[in-house]
């Protein structure tokens, strides 16, 4: 048995945590927020979808609910390259990219050519993540306390 402290690497707390109160501590505690808030407007809007898909397809049929669904899912694409993008604004890069745009305007280019899609129901369907978005606000607004 070894008792020497030669053959173990030795390190200090404050390379393994950075300090209080500095910037490296500030920095990871945002992006620890952030993190946070990407997951909870993830979720409300998984849960917005599935509320709604369930709602249009007893109200209406199960092809404008699944009409729905797809364009609920490409906004929730849109939310993730959104977030994404976000995360890279102050290290890489210096602007957003518009790359977003192109996958909403290829959703609503593939509803008007294909004629078994609807264009109101992919359009409201990808509109949930803003929903969800209104619903974090209010939530957070008027009871900040739940945060």
């Known amino acids: 048995m070894n008792l020497s402290n030669e053959s173990q690497p030795t390190t200090s707390p404050t390379q393994e945590f950075p300090a209080p109160g500095s910037p490296a501590a500030e920095t990871n505690n945002a992006m620890q927020e952030y993190y946070q808030l990407q997951q909870q407007l993830l979720v409300i809007t998984v849960a917005f979808t599935g509320i709604i898909f369930i709602c249009v397809w007893i109200f209406y049929s199960l092809n404008t609910a699944l009409n729905y669904l797809i364009g609920a899912?490409?906004?929730?694409?849109?939310?993730?390259?959104?977030?994404?993008?976000?995360?890279?604004?102050?290290g890489q890069k210096k602007r957003l990219g518009s790359n977003r745009l192109a996958l909403f305007i290829g959703l609503i280019v593939a509803a008007t050519q294909l004629h078994q899609l609807h264009i109101l129901p992919i359009f409201l369907g990808f509109l949930t993540f803003k929903a969800a978005l209104i619903f974090y606000v209010l939530r957070s607004t008027l009871m900040p306390e739940s945060q």
Do not use: I, Q
Not at 79 to 88: N, S, W
């Open 73 to 90: 899912s490409t906004g929730v694409v849109y939310l993730r390259m959104l977030a994404k993008d976000v995360e890279r604004l102050g």
